[in-house]
Each structure stands twice: as structure tokens, then as C-alpha cells.
């Protein structure tokens, strides 16, 4: 596996690439949801490109950058394991030359739910996804319907700027009690880590939002929002420090598993 960490190493990679190109962007931890983005790649693409990079324009808060899992060695180790061709390992200087002065912003759905209690977060997603998507110039890029808001944003972006990457959405990987995986679980306490797959549980049972919104609270949550966005019913809660995002198809008649 190729390891890049120049432009001109990743321009002269994908120059080396014929047919098509995939590519996962990352901000490592990775875990099984990671992995199952970097299979689906396999499955449509001659060549796959994982990113690793910890993007800081989209932390709101600098002790949740702070705290970020670091797994670099194990990532690697993993993404070898998985068969992946290169790994494109940028810093800050690498993808902000502007130091951030130039910025993606989207003024409607990025300003609710997630948005609305995490400011500019959408704004650094946007960017770095932006420039990420310019540099790697990949035929496909997967993203998962975990971070559901994300998805039709950079959607939005792709149809908005004519960017020509097809954007792949994957569904949604689960520990086995229902928690959905994400770097930040590594985070949890013990304690909080029994009650956390109740958030999942809550949205999938057959209950009313405000019931929903009822019992996350009386288990310990703090619920920063349930909203319905397309299909889906979205929430976001925090146990303690840890801010937990999940989602699950939702109609008329209410959730479903
Ligand atoms: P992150 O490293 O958290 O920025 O996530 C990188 C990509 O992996 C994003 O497209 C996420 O939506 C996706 N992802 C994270 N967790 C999961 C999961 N549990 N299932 C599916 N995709 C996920």
C-alpha cells in the first residue's frame, strides 16, 4: 500500500491509475463502518484511495479535536490488511495553503439540526470534502448514511459545483447491541458505553418523537434533536462529553429497525 503525502506523489499515483478510481475519505479510528466503505470501493473500482486526515475546521469545540482517537499505526495496519492501493496522508498545511480563508458554506440544511448546535461544522466538512474531491479527481467517493445530514450536503455540493465524482452512499454499521460504530464510542466510559445502544433502541421503537425524546432523557441523554429529514428520523445526544449521532428509516406509520 502506498503511502501519500505530497500533491505531486498523489498527482503521479493517480496518474498511474487506469479505469476507475475509489475513494474514502477519513478521519481514522477506523472501525467496521470504515472497512465496509473501503469494501463497497473495492467492489466498483480498479483502484481504491483511503484519506486519513483529522480535518480541525470542522471540530467546533477544541477539546473534542483534542481528543480525537489517534490510531495511525493500527489504521495502516488495517487498510494493508484490506487490500487497499494508497492511503493519502495529508496535514493541514497540505490542504488549508489559504489557511482557511476561502470556505464552502451551504446556507439552508446546514444551518439545522447538526448545524444549528455545531457551528461552522458543516462549513470545515464542506471545505475539506471540496478539496479532497478536487485533489484525489476520484471516479467514486463513499460516504456513509451514518453521518446522514453529511451526506445530502455533500450531495448538494456535488450537484451545486458540477464536481464529476459520483457519490456513493453506504448504509449504516452496527455493533452487534445496536450502537452505531464511530471513532468517538472509543471515548465513552464503561457505564456509558451500557447505556449508549439505547439511543438506537429508542429511535427504532414504536413510540412518538416526544415519547422518544422523553425516555432518551429520563435514561441520561442529553438530546440535542430528533428531527425527520427525508425518510429518515435523525438525532443527535450526548452522554457526558461524548455526542453520539444515529438515524433510522422513518414514515408515516413511524421507525423502523
Ligand atoms: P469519519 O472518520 O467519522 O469522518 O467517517 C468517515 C466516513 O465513514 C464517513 O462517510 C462516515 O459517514 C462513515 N462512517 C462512520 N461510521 C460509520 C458507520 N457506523 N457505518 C457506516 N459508515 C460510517
Redesign the pocket.
Known amino acids: 500500500m502506498q503511502q501519500i503525502t505530497t500533491i505531486t506523489a498523489l498527482q503521479t499515483y493517480r496518474k498511474t491509475c487506469q479505469g476507475s478510481v475509489g475513494f474514502v475519505?477519513?478521519?481514522?479510528a477506523l472501525h467496521q463502518?470504515?472497512l465496509?466503505?473501503v469494501q463497497a470501493a473495492q467492489q466498483d473500482n480498479d483502484h481504491v484511495l483511503v484519506s486519513i486526515f483529522v480535518n480541525p475546521t470542522q471540530f467546533n469545540q477544541a477539546s473534542d479535536l483534542a481528543k480525537y482517537p489517534n490510531t495511525l499505526a493500527q489504521d495502516l495496519q488495517q487498510l494493508e490488511a484490506a487490500g487497499v492501493d494508497a492511503v493519502f496522508l495529508p496535514d493541514f498545511a497540505l490542504l488549508y495553503p489559504d489557511d482557511y480563508a476561502y470556505q464552502v458554506t451551504e446556507k439552508a440544511l446546514s444551518t439545522q439540526f447538526c448545524g444549528a448546535h455545531r457551528p461552522g461544522h458543516f462549513d470545515g466538512v464542506l471545505t475539506v470534502v471540496m478539496k479532497l474531491l478536487n485533489l484525489v479527481s476520484a471516479t467514486h467517493a463513499y460516504?456513509?448514511?451514518?453521518?446522514y445530514q453529511?451526506l445530502r450536503l455533500i450531495r448538494g455540493m456535488v450537484d451545486a459545483f458540477f464536481i464529476t465524482t459520483e457519490i456513493v452512499a453506504?448504509?449504516?454499521?452496527?455493533e452487534a447491541d445496536g450502537l452505531?460504530?464511530?471513532?468517538r464510542n472509543l471515548r465513552l466510559s464503561a457505564i456509558e458505553r451500557k447505556i449508549a445502544p439505547q439511543l438506537y433502541a429508542t429511535l427504532v421503537a414504536d413510540t412518538s418523537l416526544s415519547a422518544k425524546r422523553e425516555q432518551l432523557s429520563a435514561i441520561g441523554f442529553a438530546v440535542d434533536y430528533l428531527a425527520v429529514l427525508d425518510d429518515r428520523l435523525l438525532a443527535a445526544a450526548s452522554l457526558g462529553e461524548i455526542r453520539l449521532i444515529d438515524n433510522v428509516p422513518y414514515n408515516d406509520r413511524g421507525a423502523k429497525a
Open positions: 475519505p477519513t478521519m481514522g463502518g470504515h465496509s466503505l460516504f456513509g448514511e451514518k453521518d453529511q453506504c448504509p449504516i454499521i452496527r452505531a460504530m464511530s471513532s
